[in-house]
């Protein structure tokens, strides 16, 4: 079958909006760095928007750092995809001509480096997880232990982690008096801007004091909250839209129609004019990214790990169990809800509806696999400021510990039906296939590095996990959570 590319773009149907502007005519003013489905379905997106409409030299390179993969795919169609919205009985495709080219950073360190310290380059924008950053569990400080972390503390040449070549080229800017750099996360991450210039000035404090000290002078890292379901793209999905378009599209990426990217306005020079296309630039970027992440991704995460234990497939499947609804309704209205300071007037009602209409959408599958990864990293950013907040103002904790002991149980590697599954969590190794009975009591030593002395301080908390982890043992994790209803 015929492969789109600039030579086969006319082809496509009248249905798929095409890219207003000469691709040609603007150079690259971007790197992004962990170029993955969500990066093409949303930043892309807003830069493709910016393009079309406002022209500029902001095209993007976009850069692999763990594989080939997304560089196989995107250089035979000349860097064109289609990103396909997917609605309950909609669906809207169109061509996105923003990526200018994709480097893998296993095979081409130096063209990485080259490109973050070329002189049109201004922004580097980042979705490396949160486990990209090398941080240890209390999340302010780079985790020494790790290999690819102590490497590039070292300068070893080539670069392993995102700071590593972060560090080789701003080291390679300063010397050639250019500019510093408008650096901006877009990860679930607490804080995500403040976390990267902790992460990279520590790693740069180590090795060149100096290149710290132009770093902290002349370099912006404004915090941001980014909002899109995005899963990874299935097999029949990529063969149906092939037979919809009439030609094969390896880098397609499917996402819900519901966009948001909210950005800290503090920038070291010129950025592209995404507030004209969507985008909103604000002075306090918490209260938006604190909504986020207590209300949509804790609740995620919690449908994840239990759905992965019940051997439930996919979100909406977990979504639309009614106890699971409830269960996810009760935690945001009344643990997460409270916790939350967003402007007087914000429609929170409206919002929470809405993550549970978007959470059920069955036209865009998310399978809880998918979401369960890196479960220990997601859990003290989403999950335990909303139980600590309520243990401090004598809330309610009962949905937090629920989640709790669900992530527990996840971390056991082996679902209700005996099957076994991966954990890629390497601070839950201890926990998985230990054949004993988990009880947050039992295990507090091991849950230090993630809880602190949390169950200690509040032993209302360790038995209310205590008394789900039973219930689940005793009626099953799904029917355990009836008791939330009783």
Known sequence: MTQLNEGTRHHLPESVAQPGYDRAAWAPGIVHLGIGAFHRAHQAVYTDDVLGRYGGDWRIIGVSLRGTAVRDALEPQDDLYTVNLCGDTTAQRRLIGAVAKVLAARDQPQAVIDALADPSVRVVTLTITEKGYGLDPSGERLDRTRTDVGADLGGQWPPVTALGFLAHALERRRGSDL??????????????GRKLKHALLELCQTRNPRLA?????????PCTMVDRIVPAARTEQLEQLARTLGMTDAAAVFAEPFR????????????????????????????????????LNASHSMLAWIGVVAGIDTIADAVTVDSLWRMVTRYMHTEA??????????????????????????????????????????LTQRLLPVLRWNLEHNGCIECACLGIAAWLRYSQGIDE???????????????????????????????????????????????AVDAWLAAFERDGIV????????
Request: proline residues 9%.
């Open 179 to 192: 500019p510093g750099l408008t650096l901006i996360s877009c990860d679930n991450l607490s804080g995500n």
């Open 213 to 221: 000290d132009w770093i902290q002078s002349t370099c912006a890292f």
């Open 260 to 295: 948001q990217w909210v950005i800290e306005h503090h920038f070291a020079g010129p950025v592209p004019p995404w507030d004209k296309v969507g985008a909103e630039f604000v002075n306090d970027v918490r209260p938006f990214e604190e909504m986020k992440l207590r209300l």
């Open 337 to 378: 809800r409270p916790t939350l300071q967003l402007p007087p007037g914000y429609p929170y009602e409206r919002y929470m509806e809405q993550l549970l209409m978007r959470f059920a959408n069955r036209a865009l599958p998310h399978r809880t696999a998918q979401i369960a990864v890196d479960s220990s990293q997601k």
């Open 417 to 463: 039906h005996g099957k076994a599954y991966a954990v890629d969590d390497p601070s839950t190794a201890a926990l998985a296939g230990s054949g004993q009975p988990l009880r947050a009591t039992a295990w507090s030593t091991a849950l230090r590095p993630l809880f602190g002395d949390l169950f200690e301080r509040h032993p209302r908390a360790a038995t």
């Open 479 to 486: 029917a355990a959570t009836e008791r939330l209803h009783g």
